[in-house]
């Protein structure tokens, strides 16, 4: 019989999610008249914009036809989507981009997943808590941890908290380490960095030889002026920093997949040896030989993100979640609750009122009101007492949701 990766059997078996569906569904067999709510995941919910949708239809009929036919595509991505990115999303950021150093894909789970691929094991890795649950679980996977203790904090992991008492801002590490997550606006505390908090950030890594992993997947819902929406828009970034990019929340792609991974020419990282080398080399490498490229339409779709008619109607797609947003955020400090994000990013983070843990108050929510968000305590330790809720559901949803937890708590 084969062995299998041992590491896989550390992982937590109770996955976030599930656990929310089995409540959800033993409440609703239980009463079958309600009318849930569900701003849990966080997943869109309105339709790809037309420009796209547009863009889209003409690439698949290119594949109809020999003369315009695609097959295999680069496995970097098509230079009319890279450089489109580098003109429209990084040049207004005044970051200047090559094309070698931008990297196309069918998402930024995957990337952030796999980017360890090109990384040793010996490597000290430092996560926030709470946090996207990819970071941490993928590091177990590929066996840079051993178990988890009570708390749910893996052995050999670096945890960050962020809590109420720092604003959700995680204290520079005393020690040194190797590589940081961060990802700003941050899932689940929708909390933003300034460029001074970021200069911190590049300032240590430099300091430290350390390479930063930046998530921006939610950069497109800053409204707030002066917020980065890029970690290159700090000087000395493009030496210690990985950016990943989605068009899954900025332009609906959760289900059509594309994103993209930045991997800077003059990012070095050692050998065993004690030699340099660019990490640039290596993520080429990787993806040549493990990926073979996003599909074309895909990638003509996400260019038209970045036409003139494509951007005005994904910002007002934005703005439409991030009115939900503004509607939940008010709506529940009016009710008297502690509230955290929803300014320049879609979620909003609450405590949970009276000291009750992040499942009693999913319970309530559920029970009471019919209203499904995230218990903050899935998302690590530190999220104990808070819970999520997304501000990609509908506007009729939102404001009833919203109606719903307000009359609850009067
Ligand atoms: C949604 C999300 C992503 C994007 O994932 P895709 O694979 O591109 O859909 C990346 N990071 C965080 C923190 C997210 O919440």
Redesign the pocket.
Known sequence: MAFLNDHYLKLKAGYLFPEIGRRVREFTEANPQAKVIRLGI?DVTQPLAPAVIDAFHKAVDDLTRPDSFMGYGPEQGYEFLINTLIEKAYKPLGVSLKSSEIFIS???????ANILDIFALNNRVAICDPV?P?YNDTNVMVGRTGEADDKGYYKGLVYLPCTEENGFAPAIPQEKVDIVYL?YP??PTGAVASREVLQQWVDYALANETVLFF?A??EAFITEPGIPRSIYELPGAEQCAIE?R????TAG??GV???LTVVPEGLLARTGDGETVALNTLWNRRQSTKFNGVSYPVQKAAAAVYSDEGWAQVQETIAYYMENARLIREGLQDAGLTVYGGINAPYIWLKAPGGMTSWDFFDKLLSECHVVGTPGSGFGPSGEGFYRLSAFGDRDNVIEAVKRIRKNLA
């Open positions: 966080g069918d998402g930024s789970k995957c990337d952030c996207y990819v990802c941050n899932n998530d997947a939610y990943f989605s068009f899954s929340k792609f959760t997949r594309c994103g």
